[in-house]
């Protein structure tokens, strides 16, 4: 069990551009989630995957964010035509199978600044 | 929606002293999760201790005791002989209990610890 990664660790890209990022999630994690963290604040959920299936989006996840899970592993999430407002710390977490399957896992994020 | 409030954005304590950080949510439901989170500075979200709403007894882990308050809506943090390494910024974070398991987060108590 080497937890939850994410890749890169940091990013920074200029305004107008599109960036992409990787999680993955403990291998045997069927749930996947992503959050926002701005600074001062808490993590706010953009989206989890059952699986291969986004089940659910938060109303935060403009058209410009889009994330897959294909097959049901790793997952990405990007961002296009970036704005100076996306410069957040971007976390993954997973949840596994019970007892703790309510429990989340969280991956160290990728810091985007977006200039 | 669920909400959580930290109502005390830093926190400091001696070590060897005990610290108590507030948390007090809302919501409709009956059955969820509860959860405390510990923030470094540039390091990776990690659990400290989490309780089942169903549960009366409070949850226990080493240093770490929460008195969790159904009723009032309560769910407090207290770190008993407080060590260096304890500075971080802590998160309170309720989880549902449905199959989303996605969770809502405080703003966060910034622990400072004195030697």
């Known amino acids: 069990d080497t937890g939850v990664s994410q890749d890169p660790r940091h990013k920074i890209t200029k305004r107008g551009q599109n960036v992409t990022f990787r999680c993955d999630p403990i291998?045997?994690?069927?749930?996947l989630y992503w959050y926002r963290q701005t600074l001062g604040q808490g993590p706010e959920f953009l989206t989890y995957f059952q699986n291969e299936a986004q089940l659910e989006k938060s109303r935060l996840l403009s058209d410009r964010f889009s994330a897959e899970r294909p097959k049901g592993s790793f997952s990405t999430l990007e961002i296009q035509r970036t704005e100076q407002g996306d410069s957040a710390m971007y976390l993954c977490?997973?949840?596994?199978?019970?007892?703790?399957?309510?429990?989340?896992?969280f991956g160290p994020g990728t810091r985007l600044t977006v200039l | 929606a669920q909400t959580v409030t930290q109502s005390q954005p830093e926190m400091s304590v001696q070590e060897a002293e005990t610290v108590t950080l507030s948390c007090t949510y809302d919501t409709s439901e009956s059955d969820y999760y509860l959860f405390w989170y510990k923030q470094p500075p540039s390091r990776q979200m990690i659990l400290v201790i989490r309780?089942?709403?169903?549960?009366?007894q409070n949850a226990t882990e080493n240093r770490f005791s929460v008195n969790f308050q159904k009723a009032a809506k309560s769910f407090s943090l207290k770190i008993s002989d407080s060590q260096l390494g304890d500075a971080a910024m802590y998160f309170c974070a309720y989880g549902d209990n449905t199959n989303a398991g996605k969770s809502t987060f405080g703003d966060g108590t910034t622990l400072t610890v004195k030697p």
């Open positions: 309780q089942e709403a169903y549960k009366q």
């Open positions: 977490a997973s949840t596994g199978p019970l007892p703790n399957s309510n429990t989340q896992y």
């Open positions: 291998s045997e994690h069927n749930r």
